[in-house]
């Protein structure tokens, strides 16, 4: 079975400081897909970024940066200097992909880290 | 905004109702997901249709039920309703025509907040 595990579950930070979100995962499929989304207090999920399993590359968009290391099965997400707009609950996931059709199918979310970065 | 709608925003009802929760997904997409979110549970995958089809399924209740109809939209239908199943119910769409394609990003509406009474 898949699990996503993130350990943190509240960070406080003050505005300008960088910040990293942890994220473990689990899974015995050797392709998957991984992915950040972000839930602001108004509630809804807003996709940030999706790793496909085989591309270990490191990605940066922005203040936003992402470290995906399949040796250590984690997939740590990096806020540089942090603004009060980057307050809410991030989650991490991971999608299964179908055997019999090779398509993603679905997301085994975190319990998500709730950040706030105040002034 | 992802593309995905989804109606009403917030359902108020009592237990033992029945409700229906709509979902429109993005232009082009095949695939549509539902997802329950609720503060003991956290985000949990219920079912996914693809074109019509029921492709995966979650932990979904024998009380609940979902389909998607021709013109791809998908209605989720929660009956004998609890007081547990308050939560936020969302939905989700995807192109989904395979692996290594970014067509399997799923993209969440804004959610329908179901409160049971």
């Known amino acids: 079975a898949q699990k996503v595990t993130q350990a943190q579950t509240e960070i406080s930070v003050v505005e300008k400081e960088d910040v990293t979100l942890d994220c473990v995962y689990e899974?015995?499929?050797?392709?998957?897909?991984l992915f950040w989304y972000k839930q602001p207090p108004s509630g809804e999920l807003v996709f940030l970024i999706r790793?496909?399993?085989?591309?270990?590359q490191n990605e940066i968009s922005g203040r936003y940066s992402w470290n995906f290391q399949k040796s250590t099965s984690s997939f740590n997400f990096t806020i540089t200097a942090s603004q009060v707009v980057d307050s809410a609950v991030y989650f991490c996931a991971l999608s299964e992909v179908l055997l019999n059709t090779g398509t993603a199918s679905k997301l085994t979310f975190g319990t998500g880290t709730r950040l706030q970065v105040t002034l | 905004d992802s593309g995905v709608t989804q109606t009403p925003k917030h359902l108020i009802t009592a237990t033992g109702q029945r409700v229906t929760l709509r979902c429109s997904p993005r232009s082009g997409d095949l695939s549509v997901y539902w997802y329950q979110q609720s503060l003991d549970q956290g985000l949990q995958f219920l079912i996914q249709y693809y074109n019509g089809e029921e492709r995966a399924k979650g932990n979904i209740l024998e009380r609940f039920s979902a389909q998607q109809f021709p013109d791809l939209h998908s209605e989720l239908n929660l009956s004998s309703l609890e007081l547990g199943d308050s939560a936020l119910y969302f939905c989700a769409s995807s192109v989904g025509l395979g692996y290594r394609s970014s067509t399997d990003t799923q993209y969440f509406g804004p959610g329908t907040r179901l409160t049971v009474l």
């Open positions: 790793r496909n399993s085989f591309d270990e």
């Open positions: 899974t015995r499929d050797t392709t998957y897909y």
